[in-house]
């Protein structure tokens, strides 16, 4: 039976599977070290305010591939935060990610 999960779920998924969070923030500049494991790390967040944040301001938890701006009051993965740092839709930022990580594409029919 095939997977009732959407394309876009599965491809979501995937990417949070398989980019580390630290990694897509280290590549966007943020102060975070992308060898540091899996260990939770603070770091300043550039969007929100006036884009210039001096104190950390966000965490990241590797864990759940994700991290928390307290100044923004909102969590994001990988896909949103090349959203937010770029201004591309859910599409564009997944491409994106897909592209610059060298993910495969994935099967359009489920094997059984």
Known sequence: MA???SRAVKRADRIREM???V?????????VRADGGDREQQFPCNLHG???????????????QSWYCFG???SRDAIATVRGNEGLS?????RKLEQV???PPL?????E
């Open 90 to 94: 859910f599409w564009e930022a997944v």
């Open 23 to 31: 990694q897509v923030l280290a590549d966007y500049g943020y102060d």
């Open 107 to 111: 099967p359009w029919a489920d094997e």
């Open 3 to 5: 997977d009732p999960k």
């Open 19 to 21: 980019i580390p969070i």
């Open 50 to 64: 006036d884009g210039f944040d001096l104190k950390p301001s966000a965490r990241v938890y590797p864990d759940s």
């Open 72 to 74: 923004c009051d909102l």
């Open 101 to 103: 990580y060298e993910l």
